[in-house]
């Protein structure tokens, strides 16, 4: 995965860490550093999608209601491409 690189953007809106994203952080972190993939993370205001949270969204597609289970999923999913 030569030069791959991520750009996520996390909603940091209370009802998202209210669901969990807090965790997601760290896990998006060591799947960057595992695989050798540069990920840039920034947070965000509310999304107002709120009843779909937590939000992220990479390289501009949008991920809802992301977990701690299913973030590696999306992660491996959206680099198969």
Do not use: W
């Not at 799947?31 to 937590?54: A, T």
């Not at 939000?55 to 501009?60: A, F, L, Q, R, V």
């Not at 289970?69 to 491996?76: P, S």
Request: aromatic share 4%; hydrophobic share 35%.
């Amino acid at each position: 995965m030569d030069n791959m690189k991520l750009e996520i953007k996390m909603c940091m809106g209370s009802s998202c860490f209210a669901r969990g994203n807090g965790s997601l952080l760290s896990i998006i972190e060591k799947f960057g550093n595992d695989n050798n993939i540069e990920i840039d993370i920034v947070g965000s205001l509310c999304e107002n999608k709120c009843e779909h949270g937590p939000n992220i969204y990479i390289n501009g597609k949008t991920y809802n209601a992301v977990t701690d289970a299913n973030v590696l999923e999306i992660l491996n999913q959206h680099i198969k491409k």
